[in-house]
């Protein structure tokens, strides 16, 4: 479902060695993170698949096969649950919970800059993260003029995306975006459908799904 380079990109993030997101992780914090995260018994200094050989591998490395066994486990959501919490990264880098919400925003766009290059995407849907395949997770249902709209199976919300022809056009996009605004400022009024929140990678923002159609 996600592939090895992407995998590789976000395990390079979450150890420190790029974007500054995140402080440096040494290999001996890595394995005490999956260890007591995840019930691995690892013990640094030893290779994770042999314990009889000495030697720890590229920690790069050793985080990316952790990633994959968690997808093949179907454990990965918790990962993200994890590193993405404002807690623990207020905790690792001893930063105000305002700065720590900032920052998670920002990483939960990074990652999915990432993700969406192999067709995957990280949703957020009530403090809970999924790892969909985009394809997969996202049904057709209409279009208008200047956005297509899809049914996000995993959340059974509604995404509107503006088309890939608007994405150049500053006044498209401008437009789009207002309209999001101006939902959002009038959402607590009865019958208006309450948006959720607005994707600046993909310029789409989440709904509720209406219980039936104007029509």
Do not use: W
């Not at 019930?39 to 985080?63: D, Q």
């Not at 049914?151 to 995404?159: D, I, R």
């Not at 607590?188 to 994707?199: L, R, S, T």
Request: hydrophobic letters at 35%; charged letters at 30%; proline letters at 1%.
């Amino acid at each position: 479902m996600i592939k090895r380079k992407a995998i590789e990109k976000i395990s390079k993030i979450f150890i420190g060695d790029e974007a500054g997101y995140y402080k440096y992780k040494s290999g001996y914090v890595l394995v005490k993170f999956f260890n007591e995260n995840f019930g691995y018994n690892h013990e640094y200094g030893v290779s994770p698949e042999n314990p009889s050989i000495k030697g720890f591998p590229t920690r790069y490395v050793y985080v990316s096969d952790r990633l994959e066994e968690l997808i093949r486990l179907n454990r990965i959501n918790k990962f993200f649950k994890i590193i993405l919490n404002e807690m623990y990264i207020m905790n690792e880098l001893s930063i105000s919970e305002t700065d720590a919400l900032d920052l998670k925003k920002k990483l939960f766009q990074e990652f999915n800059r990432i993700l969406k290059i192999y067709g995957s995407e990280l949703v957020e849907f009530q403090g809970e993260y999924k790892l969909e395949n985009i394809d997969e997770n996202l049904q057709k249902i209409g279009e208008g003029g200047f956005a297509e709209v899809y049914f996000q199976k995993s959340t059974g919300l509604v995404v509107k995306k503006l088309k890939r022809n608007c994405l150049n056009n500053s006044a498209d996009k401008s437009r789009f975006k207002r309209e999001y605004e101006i939902t959002k400022s009038i959402d607590d009024i009865e019958g208006i459908i309450k948006v959720i929140d607005f994707n600046e990678n993909s310029y789409s923002y989440r709904m509720e799904k209406a219980d039936c159609t104007l029509k």
